[in-house]
């Protein structure tokens, strides 16, 4: 009650509450206390945020600011790199996680199927669009050697070094081709992942195919794509609907 008089958000009580219930199951387990007085206590209600999603024209923007396609200049190794990484990114929903750990055998390009390990050391594959396996096979046949890479090196996306490219860098490289196409929204390393599996359901996919590409152990987890797409229809109904 102290910490909602002080206007802390549902979320900062929660992770507070959290802690202080694991401490005292701790106490109960090691037979200090008799009984636990944090039992009692109820969560906070956490309202589920409805995630950042790019539309389609903005995708293209976004990756064509990290190589247009229909430039004419010689591709530079990092603009290269950083294309086939996006693109990846957006035709596979994959966690950027998964993306800097991905290894050359991972990867079956004539198939068109990706193997990655998810949360939990779960194993899935998931299919890989025409457009990234384009970009990838040039990455792999003109950018990535000139990396140097390390003798021990066997992920696909590699950094100046030579060395796997690692989550923040792939996050950094995010926001510099958010800020370089001029997209104003909020961007998170989650942003392709989220507008992957929104574009999915509006063209029609099903949930459950939805939550079998993304990896979700429930489908409650994906369902969070059903409001992002409710909005969207919501909004359509008020600039169409003559009584809106």
Same mark, same amino acid.
């Given at each position: 009650?102290?910490?909602?008089?002080?206007?802390?958000?549902?979320?900062?009580?929660?992770?507070?509450?959290?802690?202080?219930?694991?401490?005292?199951?701790?106490?109960?387990? $090691?037979?200090?206390?008799?009984?636990?007085?944090?039992?009692?206590?109820?969560?906070?209600?956490?309202?589920?945020?409805?995630?950042?999603?790019?539309?389609?024209?903005?995708?293209?923007?976004?990756?064509?600011?990290?190589?247009?396609?229909? #430039?004419?200049?010689?591709?530079?190794?990092?603009? *290269?790199?950083?294309?086939? *990484?996006?693109?990846?990114?957006?035709?596979?929903?994959?966690?950027?996680?998964?993306?800097?750990?991905?290894?050359?055998?991972?990867?079956?390009?004539?198939?068109?199927?990706?193997?990655?390990?998810?949360?939990?050391?779960?194993?899935?594959?998931?299919? /890989?669009?025409?457009?990234?396996? $384009?970009?990838?096979?040039?990455?792999?046949?003109?950018?990535?050697?000139?990396?140097?890479?390390?003798?021990? #090196?066997?992920?696909?996306?590699?950094?100046?070094?030579?060395?796997?490219?690692?989550?923040?860098?792939?996050?950094?490289?995010?926001?510099?081709?958010?800020?370089?196409?001029?997209?104003?929204?909020?961007?998170?390393?989650?942003?392709?992942?989220?507008?992957?599996?929104?574009?999915?359901?509006?063209?029609?996919?099903?949930?459950?195919? /939805? $939550?079998?590409?993304?990896?979700?152990? #429930?489908?409650?987890?994906? $369902?969070?794509?059903?409001?992002?797409?409710?909005?969207?229809?919501? #909004?359509?109904?008020?600039?169409?609907?003559?009584?809106?």
């Amino acid at each position: 009650m102290s910490l909602r008089d002080k206007r802390l958000a549902p979320s900062s009580v929660g992770r507070k509450l959290v802690a202080i219930k694991v401490f005292f199951r701790f106490l109960l387990g $090691q037979n200090l206390i008799r009984k636990d007085p944090s039992g009692v206590i109820e969560s906070p209600r956490l309202m589920k945020g409805l995630p950042d999603v790019l539309d389609v024209e903005e995708v293209g923007r976004l990756l064509a600011a990290a190589l247009d396609e229909k #430039s004419k200049k010689a591709p530079k190794k990092k603009a *290269l790199r950083d294309r086939a *990484l996006l693109e990846l990114l957006y035709a596979s929903g994959l966690r950027v996680s998964e993306a800097s750990s991905l290894k050359l055998t991972d990867l079956n390009q004539e198939a068109g199927f990706l193997r990655c390990m998810g949360k939990g050391s779960k194993e899935r594959v998931v299919p /890989v669009g025409s457009h990234a396996r $384009q970009w990838i096979r040039r990455y792999l046949a003109e950018a990535r050697p000139a990396f140097n890479p390390k003798a021990d #090196s066997r992920q696909i996306f590699l950094n100046r070094f030579g060395r796997p490219l690692s989550r923040v860098s792939i996050w950094s490289i995010i926001k510099h081709y958010t800020r370089a196409s001029g997209i104003r929204k909020r961007i998170t390393p989650h942003t392709l992942r989220h507008s992957f599996a929104t574009h999915l359901l509006e063209a029609g996919a099903d949930l459950r195919v /939805v $939550q079998e590409l993304l990896g979700h152990a #429930s489908i409650a987890t994906t $369902q969070i794509y059903t409001h992002v797409d409710r909005a969207r229809l919501k #909004s359509i109904h008020a600039k169409f609907h003559p009584r809106a």
